[in-house]
T-cell receptor, first 113, second 113 residues
Framework: KAGVTQTPRYLIKTRGQQVTLSCSPISGHRSVSWYQQTPGQGLQFLFEYFSETQRNKGNFPGRFSGRQFSNSRSEMNVSTLELGDSALYLC????????????FGPGTRLLVL | QKEVEQDPGPLSVPEGAIVSLNCTYSNSAFQYFMWYRQYSRKGPELLMYTYSSGNKEDGRFTAQVDKSSKYISLFIRDSQPSDSATYLCAMSRRTGGGNKLTFGTGTQLKVEL
């Protein structure tokens, strides 16, 4: 089975711009979660989607948003980028029968200049 | 105080040594406990998953959970240079029908020849 895929892998943006990241889960997985990883804060939960509905949300400002499509693919959007948004953004998917186990993609490395 | 505490290391051991990695946590609601391995510039890879207290073994890896002490451990036997990576503990509890992982900051491990 193919793993979680994320596109693009690398991205450079400037302050004030917006960005959209994409995630394709493992086939058959319906839950998709997003995390931000930085050297200072580590891995922090952004939000989780299941069957196109947001089930959980972390403590991030409203500039961070996401959505999930009927094929379980997910996108996250960050508007009005700030320098502090530079991070590795990780997507993880979970099987329905074992939703506690999350399998991560390689991440999208975002640099905001 | 963070919900999950993990010594960041770095931890350097000789090849063949037994490695002990640990995390403590403060939230007694955590039910699921995971260990992830993350190589440089890659996404986290799920190594071990346990539910509630007890031990679980998989090859050279053993995970232990002591809920009464709020303490979890990962032991690596016969460590190899290929085990050199950052090891992240993660925990979760069911919220709103889904799961949100709370991570430790990660311990950087180097296994030397």
């Amino acid at each position: 089975k193919a793993g979680v895929t994320q596109t693009p892998r690398y991205l450079i943006k400037t302050r004030g711009q917006q960005v959209t990241l994409s995630c394709s889960p493992i086939s058959g997985h319906r839950s998709v979660s997003w995390y931000q990883q930085t050297p200072g804060q580590g891995l922090q939960f952004l939000f989780e989607y299941f069957s196109e509905t947001q089930r959980n949300k972390g403590n991030f400002p409203g500039r961070f948003s996401g959505r999930q499509f009927s094929n379980s693919r997910s996108e996250m959007n960050v508007s009005t980028l700030e320098l502090g948004d530079s991070a590795l953004y990780l997507c993880a998917s979970s099987p329905v029968r074992s939703q506690e186990t999350q399998y991560f993609g390689p991440g999208t490395r975002l640099l905001v200049l | 105080q963070k919900e999950v505490e993990q010594d960041p290391g770095p931890l350097s051991v000789p090849e063949g040594a037994i490695v002990s990695l640990n995390c403590t946590y403060s939230n007694s609601a955590f039910q699921y406990f995971m260990w992830y391995r993350q190589y440089s510039r890659k996404g986290p890879e799920l190594l071990m998953y346990t539910y509630s207290s007890g031990n679980k073994e998989d090859g050279r890896f053993t995970a232990q959970v002591d809920k009464s002490s709020k303490y979890i451990s990962l032991f690596i036997r016969d460590s190899q240079p290929s085990d050199s990576a950052t090891y992240l503990c993660a925990m979760s509890r069911r919220t709103g029908g889904g799961n949100k992982l709370t991570f430790g900051t990660g311990t950087q491990l180097k296994v030397e020849l």
